[in-house]
């Protein structure tokens, strides 16, 4: 009986020996709950945190602050960054936002809990046999940032992956029944990668503590496949397959290695027929191999058409241990052509898109394929091809959602800082190796940068460079738009090339002066093709495209249902309460957006009618919620679209294929003619056969006032500049003033473009007939006023309180202070129905015709914060800058009101200066004048002299001391 129960026993104990081993072979799963606890000064000694106390719980994946655990938000809190912005510290317009339980910021977006530095993370888990046969890896994906591990209270490692996986052999620590495990996890500034790098700070991610990716410990065999690298050569039709066998066996072992290959994520699949070699793996250590598999006939090569994978299967056997390994890889071969990159033998060029790790919820990556899936489809159906990760590396998921999809991805190496420094490159070198270990064999990784902007040591340059370019299976460059630029980058990234712009903004910090579209009449036939021609080498447009939109608050607040809320749109939204705006909101979004768009084609445009560029990267399709709050995209930081674009309006201008004109002038006369030179764009798969364009012309009704073909042709794929013809039309029996447009359609597709071009009349007259035009609002105005003149004051631009900038273009990349930047003025507002209007074509916002207009204009605060004199909350001015969505004051170019019984009109449009160069400001002049006049100048708001006076920031005592006798202005005619 006892010897029948111990065989019983002994069988149980197998069958669980079994299972056991089963189990580990699959892993253990390491996700759920874990104690967490706060590192002090006061408890920073390993052996405290080890037996202290744990009282709080958090479940990983996770991180601290979206799960309640961290530090109150307060104007004191130490960001990872340094301190906010100084405006917002100082001004008293934010003093509201600066107190306890209403804190709200507007540099990034802000958590609920915050917390950086170190916090340590402990559970248990459970071996429940021996283990002396049997090998255990540790696997923490995306942990932030520095991880320092103990298992069983002895130290195992430090690992400092930012974008990638920490992996620990933790065999030695492991004992059989329970082990506790600790993690000490540091989001400081481990190394120094840069004060605002996407990596590691608020600006779009939060700086977060936590591992919010894979948890596990992987059990191997004595013997196990470590790394596998995969080089494809397209032209032998070969996988190299460069292979890392691990052993802790105490002598050598001979195993047999056998490839297989299935081909996926295509119409037609197959399974290539295997192949084997016998090695031997040397004791004690890492043994490589490399494996040449012949691939058959049937190859097909991966790219943005047609993303061809393979599924790469090896099995590891030997007499004592075995193991499995698999990973996705795809033909394809990177070339460089002279400037243009190739794939495959073919040209491709890059329409890019920055991603700088917008994730608006809780500040986390995604670790979702099939959410970055949907993202990388987004890119394409808005004609991108190529996604850039600004300053950070994306997660395993992005990477296997890009290769499925089919877009080219550039990572960097996490880092936006001055690289100088021994530790810097050090920590750059690790976590290249370390990318290339966990994503080298990714079809889609066709990029590779050091990281952003500024600069670096040139020896460190060097070095970062020759090792990259060891792997050639991508496009290596160094600090993009920084410095040293080496012959030996296959490509560069800048705004200009030896000071010759390749986008509209050159320079930083952006001014008016530095904008090529302050200094050039609107037109569509300028190019970037001088500054090409200095670069012998691929060279991509940086960051173009930064143009802003006034937040639609309403309906982004709502979506922030996650621990980071948006402070910057509860300021915008208390402050325009303030101004009495709240109704315009709507209408600021919208006239924001539409001249968004017109300024975005103008900008893509350029790049695409430059013959030798390889391509451009924008900034961005989507907002970006960091740096002071950047709405600069079509799509909201959810990505949303926003209301005032569709993708067929955008693709027009960004796809595969583009229509294109070279327009000389936007601003005619009807002693003009207007002419274009029409061009094709087309790098999409095939060629386009036999087809024809056809042109109109069409006046504001959609009437058609001209229209043509050109000849059926063939246009090739992979060039641009391809000549279809040109148009021109005498526009002298044209009505003017009126907006015309011009459109062009590829009959039989969805391919079309179109372009706006106003025509005015060549003599405009203007008559003051019953208006007085003065400079100055003193009391013989005034008392004019109070009998019933009718006074137009040419304010002085120069007195004008906050010194604000010219109105042209948009406000780029971000608002700046009160009177920073390229501009104040993010679109004009008006109603293109009011009589004053009523000889000038015009839009609700801003668009070309207004450029000579707007470029010689500053706005008029008519109210803001503190302001002890103002505009009374509901006027609204007939011509309205819209101010920044930080700021929020009512700004006008145009505004009429009533003085006594007399009528006035004020501008700060400059109607004075080289009024024989501005066709449209004439015009306008004359229209105003033309309203004055009529009996359609009503103003409905009366005011005093100390209300109108306060556009200056005087008092009327102020304006007494400085009064000058006014003289009447000539007019033209």
Known sequence: MAKGLSLFIVCVLLHFWGQFQSTMAQT??????????????????????????????????????????????????????????????????YEQFRQPGNVRIFDFLQPAKHYVGAAWYKRTFNIPHPVEHKEFFLYLERVHWESTLYINGRKAGVNRGLGTAHEYNITSFIEEGENEIAIRIDNSAIVDVGRIPHSVSEQTMAAWNGIIGEMKIDVKEKIWIDEVQVFPDVDRGVAVVKLTVGSRLNEQESVKIKL?????????????????????????????????????????????????????????????????????????????????????????????????????????????????????????????????FHSWCPPKAAFIAADEVGIYLQPEASEWGVILSPEQEQFIVEETDRMIRQYGNHASWLFFAMGNELRADTAIMIRFIEKAKQDSRRFVSGKINGRPVLDSFDFAVSHSVNKKRVRHHMGWPPKPETNLLFHMQPNTAYDYNDAIREFPKPFLSHEIGQYCVFPDYEHEIPKYTGSLYPGVLDIQKTLMAERGMTKLAPQFTEATGKWQVELLKAEYEAVLRTKDIAGFHSLSLQDFPGQGHAPVGVFDAFWDVKKHVTRSEFTRFCNETVLLARIPSLILQQKDTFQATVELYNFAEKPILQKQVVYQITDESGKVIH????????????????????????????????????TLQMEGTDIRNRWSFWVFPDDIESYSGDVRIVRELNDEVIKDLNQGAKVLWLTDRSKLKGNLPTCFASIYWTA??????????????????????????????????????????????????????????????????IDSWKVNRKLALLAECKVGRGKLMISSVDFETDMDKRTATRQLYKSLLNYMNSGEFNPEFSLNKETILSIYGVTVEDEKKESVPNAVLPTEG
């Open 28 to 93: 253990i799963d390491l996700s759920g709950a874990w104690k967490v606890k706060q590192e002090t000064k006061q408890t920073t000694q390993q052996e405290m945190f080890l037996t202290a106390g744990f009282e709080e719980t958090v479940i990983l994946p996770g991180c601290l602050h979206a799960q309640g655990i961290g530090n109150d938000v307060t104007p004191e809190t130490k960001w990872y960054l340094g301190g906010l912005s100084t405006l917002w510290h100082n001004h008293p317009m």
């Open 260 to 388: 297989g290959a299935e081909l996926y994520n295509t119409k037609h699949t197959y399974k290539e027929k295997s192949t084997s070699k016998n090695v031997a793996v040397t004791p004690h250590g890492l043994t490589t191999f490399t494996i040449e598999y012949p691939f058959s006939g049937e190859m097909q090569c991966w790219d943005e058409f047609s993303p061809a994978l393979y599924r790469l299967d090896i099995s590891l056997e030997s007499s004592r241990a075995g193991d499995q390994y698999s990973t996705s890889f795809a033909f394809r071969k990177p070339e460089l052509n002279g400037r243009r990159f190739m794939l495959n033998g073919k040209t491709i060029s890059i329409r890019g898109n920055l991603n700088c790790g917008e994730f608006p919820v809780d500040g986390l990556p995604s670790m979702d394929v099939a959410w970055w899936k949907k993202i990388f489809y987004l890119h394409k159906s808005w004609g991108h091809n190529m996604v850039r």
């Open 707 to 742: 229209q043509g073909k050109f000849n059926k042709m063939n246009y090739p794929t992979r060039e641009n500049n391809m000549h279809i013809g040109t148009v021109s039309l005498n526009l002298s029996k044209l009505h003017s003033p009126t907006k015309y447009t011009f």
């Open 816 to 881: 700046f202070g009160l009177n920073e930047g390229e501009t104040m003025c993010n679109s004009i507002l008006c109603n293109p129905e009011h009589p004053v209007f009523g000889q000038f074509p015009t839009e609700m916002h801003t668009n070309w015709q207004w450029w000579d207009v707007l470029k010689y204009s500053v706005p008029m605060i008519l109210d803001e914060h503190g302001a002890e004199n103002a505009f009374p909350k509901e006027y609204q001015p007939l011509l309205q800058a």
